[in-house]
T-cell receptor, first 112, second 112 residues
Framework: LAKTTQPISMDSYEGQEVNITCSHN???????ITWYQQFPSQGPRFIIQ???TKVTNEVASLFIPADRKSSTLSLPRVSLSDTAVYYC?????????????FGKGTRLSVIA | ETGVTQTPRHLVMGMTNKKSLKCEQH?????MYWYKQSAKKPLELMFV???????ENNSVPSRFSPECPNSSHLFLHLHTLQPEDSALYLC???????????FGPGTRLLVL
């Protein structure tokens, strides 16, 4: 399993764009990159997934450089409700036999 | 989301009690998981079931006993717990073991 490294915490003001970078130097050819968001006292929820280049949905964007050794989750114009822990996971979603592993995540605090 | 449900949502038990946590998924998934999350700490994977067969037991004490009667239901039987077992217990499911996990709302457990 590829290991991931993320900053432990980040602070941001409301209305700013937040970029959380995840390092995964040992990512395998078939691994995808998946990000989850977890609010206090709730289970994590899927935000976005990608393999290479850029993926965008209604919640966030995911930027993946050509070497795929890192990825950046971008949250546009954050609000107080975006305060949460964000997890970066890598794994071969088509393997069917190895569960994704959650690390410590990045605790984002949005300040008014 | 109501794809994964957990009952009870809150539980207070004494160290000599026996109780069970229930998880049900309505997503047609084949893999189910139990996680423990203590306050301000990372998710700890406890057990994984794939097609009703247990595939992982991450050194969990025997006072926690999982049961998976079918692909839609997962139980966690608790007996003679310790105060340090107080935590949020989360259930998740995924189509296959490597795919996106969908979490339930969790059971907040307090052991007195």
């Amino acid at each position: 399993l590829a290991k991931t490294t993320q900053p432990i915490s980040m602070d941001s003001y409301e209305g700013q764009e937040v970029n959380i970078t995840c390092s995964h130097n040992n990512i395998a050819t078939n691994d995808y990159i998946t990000w989850y968001q977890q609010f206090p006292s709730q289970g994590p929820r899927f935000i976005i997934q990608g393999y290479k280049t850029k993926v965008t949905n209604e919640v966030a964007s995911l930027f993946i450089p050509a070497d795929r050794k890192s990825s950046t989750l971008s949250l546009p114009r954050v609000s107080l409700s975006d305060t949460a822990v964000y997890y970066c996971l890598v794994g071969d979603k088509d393997s069917g036999n190895t569960p994704l592993v959650f690390g410590k995540g990045t605790r984002l605090s949005v300040i008014a | 989301e109501t794809g994964v449900t957990q009952t009870p949502r809150h539980l207070v038990m004494g160290m000599t009690n026996k109780k069970s946590l229930k998880c049900e998924q309505h997503l047609g998934h084949n893999a189910m998981y139990w996680y423990k999350q203590s306050a301000k700490k990372p998710l700890e994977l406890m057990f994984v079931y794939n097609f009703k067969e247990q595939t992982e037991n991450n050194s969990v004490p025997s006072r926690f006993s999982p049961e998976c009667p079918n692909s839609s239901h997962l139980f966690l039987h608790l007996h003679t717990l310790q105060p340090e077992d107080s935590a949020l217990y989360l259930c998740a499911s995924s189509q296959t073991m490597a795919e996106t996990q969908y979490f339930g709302p969790g059971t907040r457990l307090l052991v007195l």
